[in-house]
């Protein structure tokens, strides 16, 4: 069967820019032709730098015609997140603070994508400050599910899966605080991995929860996501937070034949909508006929791990966040007579309501008086969950939920109580909590809608997550899946 | 109402500017989350505190100047500057 | 202005929290360099300036630098320690949060030697202790300017390596706390620590202030005045300070725990703008920082580095070389100083004293008086010049004292042979030599000249005089003898031998 460009998988465009029967340039033309009759229905981009990407296209060709390829992803264009610094690109994180903003550098994983050849393919709408989980904080356009054009695509990541799941690029890269990779995967029907925390180095994305956010790959099938990881996942003198090279475990690790997977005790009563239980159950029945072992573990803890999350992350956001005064880059406001009025009414103007509130809540949490009560017994709580996921890991491969409780709901449906969706994040906010990596995989559909399944591993267990979602998508039909658009 | 949660003290110390209404919708809608939140009150937890980062002098850095992005670049990216400096309202006076 | 005296009805309790900035060669947290005089914003990077996704990373030299003064001062140096982040928004604050350590310093306990004023100039003064409470590693802030309508700031001071100091409690009197900064600055260049040019901003100090009555055990209220950047200034807040509290309990009121200012030119405190909600920093662990673990390694590698303690020092002199306090104490005020004086004394030990005169009158004029004409003005604006500066060797130094012993010249032409050391680094024999300036001791030519002058009808009244008991007579006889010799008679074979022919 003979596929559009814009539906071959990274792998196979690799191969055949390799053997010459595909330019860069050529690729780029054609996904070009797509965004321009595509984004406009999704809104996955919000911003292309169409003459930037073909001579990028261009460089890389003549690069590869003077036998200079710099591996298997020259040539690859990756779209880019947009909070994740791509030198003279704009660094917006889809906020009206960050609006004019273009990145004086580059992060450290655009570096890794440039010395891999990679084509640096315009950036992605989020969530604001990547505060969110269905991209409609987004302060500068909508993105809509590319499966369902009246709903959300996810969140915060949400313009990274809807670019991929409308054919717009086979690679992305998104972030993952509490699920913001994840997430948005499986509600688009992509792939989505949330690396060990440490693994990927955070120089060049905006901080939003600085012990929980990490960079991971996007894509359609779970041997494209692992394409990329292997450029991103190098150390990075600039976050003393990422492994050096004595702390890393080599990629890949063969993984064992026959996992073991733990489902934790209860999940799926946890307000889980009847289709998705069902398709978790197909995923279950796969593993045990491939000789897996399912067991069931004990995780108590797992009702603090929303709260704990939400007190540690929106405590770090409010002082990751305090930057944005106006002072030094960004919106200004042209009211004021004195710097604390200027600071003040310029994060007013230049902040939506989503980060609003949980500055305020962060605040709140680490103020006198209250830090004891919330912020302390947060990190308390989060040395509890960490030790009774490493726990259940110690006698399991790997931990199978749900990734979503529900698939994709409708644009605006849930805008007005922010409780409500804070608790979609039920299932992927342990993983960044306990610092573990963890990987969505489609694995059924409601109706239309997507419904992805979810592996949490231990530390640097990536090997293991891959080789069971390679193994499960090699025999289903959900890899590569575009919406008709 | 959650104990403690004071809207207009927190926007201050946030350097937040909220409206009227905005005051009385977040404070409802931080009171919600905040009301879920009873579970980590009672919870019993260990005395430890999560603190699995630690490292070795090996990640320090050593002292070699690096490079700087110059007053020109800064001034670009600043919304107002005067003399290679940024400049803001005036200081209000520190003496009170 | 004037002295107030506190009365003895009350006691000064003072705390000082010292900003002593590190001398290192790139920022704590950002690799960018740093230094005084820099077109503004010239030293600012990506990390300094808070753009978006940038991350603190610590220097190593930071780090050694603060380990090495908590050996210095005896402190207890932690397995591990942290960093903190203080939130509060500030124009001068790039990422609207400063770097700081608030629960593992690397530095904790410790304590200071200080020496008060003598009851003269030539007496030492009373040695006491000051304990330390810790002393943590941070980044400095931006600098605000006020122009016209308007103020500007400069960021080439963001991130600059700061040691905080915190004393305890211990300082009973600005005299204690001026003796302490000296102490303190004293400890902090001589092992290289910092090179605390207070002109260029490098020491800054938060002055702690209370009283109580006389007896009492529980502090006072107190008031604390920030940014005192000379140790006159701190000296002048204290009293000032503690005369205005005095006051105004004698007064029957209370003092109110406030943050001040101290205008230096009308030599008075003020009470700063109160800034709102200043005092909840909403400290927590800075997440982009790990833990650090301090080997002992280190800590010991850092240990060879601590030199010998300044008044260790002096006491050594005054003791085991027997040097005066007032040769002793300035010998020990620079390292180099005292190191140099100590290889000259290994070359001669015989007369150390004579060797610390040398030093200290006729080699440190000289070496102000260089610097004062190299600056071309009278008073020297830029630091004196070294003893490594001079092209003068302490074994020079040394070989002259030693033939100034063994009467080969005199003390008078010793100071002559030294200015022209100094001027070429030549060895002293060698412009003796050249200059001819060997001391006459030949006792029979001497004898000679002292009779032939004794003899002279010019000279009868003051013989006269001499045999009468006026001692001081002889010494008109000295100039015709020397004036014979060219000024080259051994001035003590001279009064020999005038006592003894006069009889």
Same mark, same amino acid.
């Given at each position: ?33 797509r965004h321009e009759a595509v984004n406009p229905k999704v809104g996955a981009f919000t911003a292309l ?267 770090e956001a409010s002082s990751n966040l305090g930057r944005y005064d106006g002072v030094r880059y960004g ?155 | ?39 980590? @009150?009672? %919870?019993?937890?260990?005395? /430890?505190?999560?603190?699995?980062? $630690? &490292?070795?002098?090996? +990640? ?17 990216? @600043?919304? %107002?500057?005067?003399?290679? /400096?940024?400049?803001?309202?005036? $200081? &209000?006076?520190?003496? +009170? | ?27 704590v947290f950002a690799s960018c360099g740093w230094g005084f005089g820099q077109e503004p914003n010239e ?461």
């Amino acid at each position: 069967m003979s596929n559009a460009l814009h539906q071959l998988s990274a792998v196979e465009l690799s191969q055949r820019l390799q053997a010459g029967t595909l330019t860069s340039r050529a690729l780029v033309d054609a996904l070009i032709a797509r965004h321009e009759a595509v984004n406009p229905k999704v809104g996955a981009f919000t911003a292309l730098d169409i003459a930037d990407v073909r001579a990028q296209a261009d460089a890389s060709d003549e690069r590869r015609r003077q036998g200079k390829s710099r591996g298997p992803l020259e040539g690859i264009p990756v779209a880019i997140k947009d909070n994740i610094a791509v030198k003279g690109q704009p660094l917006t994180c889809s906020s009206k603070m960050l609006a004019k903003l273009v990145s004086p550098y580059d992060a450290h994983v655009t570096e890794q994508l440039r010395s891999a050849g990679a084509i640096l393919y315009g950036r992605l709408n989020m969530d604001e400050f990547a505060m969110g989980s269905s991209t409609e904080n987004s302060a500068l356009q909508k993105t809509f599910n590319p499966w369902d054009l009246s709903r959300i695509p996810g969140g915060s990541s949400g313009g990274s899966a809807a670019a991929l799941a409308a054919g717009l690029v086979p690679l992305a890269l998104g972030s993952d605080t509490g699920g913001s990779i994840r997430q948005p995967a499986s509600h688009c029907g992509v792939v989505g991995l949330k690396p060990t925390y440490g693994l990927v180095s955070r120089f060049g994305l905006v901080a939003f929860a600085s012990s929980l956010d990490q960079i991971g790959p996007m894509a359609r099938s779970v041997e494209d996501c692992e394409l990329l990881l292997q450029v991103l996942a190098t150390p990075d003198a600039r976050d003393m937070t990422c492994f050096d090279a004595s702390h890393r475990q080599p990629l890949p690790v063969a993984a064992p034949a026959a996992l073991r997977i733990g489902v934790p005790r209860g999940f799926l009563g946890k307000g889980v909508a009847p289709e998705v239980v069902q398709a978790l159950e197909s995923v279950l029945d796969f593993y045990r006929r491939q000789g897996c072992a399912i067991v069931e573990v004990d995780l108590p803890s797992a009702d603090l791990a929303v709260p704990t999350y939400y007190v540690v992350a929106t405590a770090e956001a409010s002082s990751n966040l305090g930057r944005y005064d106006g002072v030094r880059y960004g919106h200004r406001s042209t009211q004021a007579s004195n710097p604390i009025e200027m600071m003040t009414n310029s994060r007013s103007e230049g902040f939506g309501p989503e980060v609003k509130r949980r500055i305020l809540l962060g605040t709140f949490v680490l103020s006198a008086g209250y830090a004891d009560a919330y912020y302390v017994r947060a990190l308390r709580a989060r040395a509890k969950i960490r030790a009774e996921y490493l726990g259940a890991l110690a006698k399991v491969d790997v931990l199978l939920t749900p990734t979503v409780p529900t698939p994709a709901f409708k644009v605006g449906e849930k805008a007005s109580d922010p409780l409500q969706l804070y608790l979609e994040d039920i299932f992927t906010i342990p993983a960044n909590l306990a610092g573990l990596p963890a990987l969505s995989v489609p694995c059924g559909r409601s109706g239309q809608l997507p419904i992805g399944f979810h592996l949490v591993g231990a530390p640097q267990s990536e090997a293991k997550l891959l080789a069971a979602g390679k193994l499960f998508e090699a025999a289903h039909g959900f890899a590569h899946q575009q919406a008709a658009l | 109402m959650a104990e403690g949660f004071d809207i207009e003290h927190l926007a201050k110390l946030a350097r937040l500017q909220l409206t009227p209404e905005e005051k009385v919708l977040y404070a409802q809608q931080l009171n919600s989350v905040l009301g879920h939140f009873r579970a980590l @009150a009672e %919870a019993d937890l260990p005395a /430890q505190v999560d603190d699995a980062l $630690v &490292v070795s002098e090996a +990640a320090l850095r050593a002292d070699n100047p690096g490079p700087t992005l110059g007053a020109e670049a800064v001034t670009r990216v @600043a919304p %107002a500057s005067r003399d290679g /400096q940024i400049s803001v309202p005036r $200081v &209000v006076d520190d003496e +009170a | 202005m004037s002295q107030s005296t506190a009365s003895s009805d009350w006691e000064i309790v003072i705390g000082l929290e010292v900003h002593v900035q590190l001398h290192t060669r790139a920022k704590v947290f950002a690799s960018c360099g740093w230094g005084f005089g820099q077109e503004p914003n010239e030293q600012v990077d990506a990390v300094v300036l808070g753009l978006p996704g940038t991350l603190p990373v610590v220097n190593r030299e930071a780090v050694e630098r603060s380990i090495l003064f908590g050996l210095v001062v005896g402190a207890e140096i932690p397995e591990r320690c942290a960093w903190d982040r203080k939130n509060y928004f500030y124009p001068d604050n790039p990422k609207n949060y400063q770097l700081t350590q608030k629960d593992f310093p690397v530095v904790v306990g410790g304590k200071v030697e200080i020496e008060l004023p003598g009851a003269s100039r030539n007496v030492m003064g009373e040695h006491k202790w000051i304990r330390l409470h810790h002393a943590h590693l941070e980044e400095d802030v931006g600098k605000l300017s006020h122009a016209g309508g308007g103020s500007l700031v400069d960021y080439n001071r963001a991130g600059v390596p700061l040691l905080e100091i915190v004393t305890e409690p211990d300082l009973r009197s600005a005299a204690e706390a001026e003796a302490f900064l000296r102490s303190l600055v004293a400890m902090l260049t001589q092992a290289g620590v910092a090179d605390c040019d207070m002109e260029k901003g490098q020491l800054r100090c938060d002055c702690n202030v209370s009283v109580r009555p006389r007896g009492a055990t529980k502090l006072g209220t107190r008031t604390e005045t920030k940014n005192l950047n000379s140790i006159s200034g701190v000296r002048d807040t204290v009293i000032y300070e503690s005369a205005r509290q005095i006051r105004e309990l004698q007064a029957g009121r209370t003092i109110v725990q406030e943050t001040r200012g101290w205008n230096a030119e009308q030599g008075r405190g003020y009470v700063l703008r109160d800034k709102e909600d200043a005092h909840d920093y909403r400290y927590f662990p800075d997440p982009d920082i790990p833990t650090l673990l301090i080997s002992r390694d280190t800590v010991q590698r850092l240990q060879q580095q601590v030199p010998e303690n300044l008044y260790d020092r002096q006491r050594r002199y005054m003791e085991k070389l027997a040097l005066p306090y007032t040769a002793a104490s300035v010998l020990v005020a620079q390292r180099r100083l005292a190191e140099w004086f100590e290889e000259a004394v290994a070359a001669y030990p015989a007369n150390p004293q004579g060797i610390a005169n040398l030093i200290a009158n006729d080699l440190l004029r000289d070496l102000a008086a260089g610097s004062a004409e190299s600056s071309g003005e009278g008073v020297s604006t830029t630091p004196a010049k070294t003893v490594d500066d001079c092209p003068l060797k302490p074994a020079q130094l040394a070989a002259l004292v030693k033939l100034t012993d063994e009467g080969l010249i005199s003390k008078q032409q010793a100071k002559e042979v030294f200015a022209e050391m100094f001027k070429t680094g030549q060895d002293p024999m060698v412009i003796v030599d050249q200059k001819g300036l060997k001391q006459n001791s030949d006792t029979g030519e001497l004898e000679k000249i002292v009779r032939e002058v004794v003899a002279d009808p010019a000279v009868a009244k003051s013989i006269a005089e001499y045999r009468a008991g006026n001692e001081k007579a002889i010494n008109a006889l000295k100039g015709p003898i020397m004036k014979r010799t060219q000024g080259k008679a051994n001035p003590g074979l001279i009064d020999q031998l005038l006592r003894k022919i006069l009889g």
